[in-house]
């Protein structure tokens, strides 16, 4: 299984993620790092498949963030749960030392 690497953060925002068909979903963030997110939501996501998340913390980042990414993992957690890791890439990674 795919583990990022550095520091994660707990969050219990709501992301909105979308799809190369441009399919919008929304998901449970679970936590974030420098390198990406672990999302939780009740719809499946392919690995290795580019998406588009949207989220906010407004205790962290003054601003929304809106990363491209990969899914690196997926699995059914549950009948109608799934949780999955998203990787920006290490040429798109998020300052998690400043405000962005």
């Avoid at 929304?26 to 939780?40: A, N, Q």
Wanted: hydrophobic content about 40%; charged content about 20%; glycine content about 6%.
């Amino acid at each position: 299984m795919y583990r990022r690497s550095g520091e994660r953060f707990e969050a219990t925002s709501s992301a909105v993620v979308t799809t190369d068909c441009n399919r919008q979903e929304r998901f449970m963030l679970k936590d974030v790092s420098c390198r990406g997110v672990g999302i939780v939501g009740y719809h499946p996501l392919q690995i290795a498949d580019r998406v588009l998340i949207n989220f906010q913390i407004p205790s962290v980042f003054n601003q929304p963030i809106r990363k491209n990414a990969k899914v690196a993992w997926s699995k059914q957690i549950n009948a109608d749960l799934w949780e999955a890791g998203l990787d920006f890439g290490l040429d798109n990674t998020l300052s998690l030392l400043s405000p962005q």
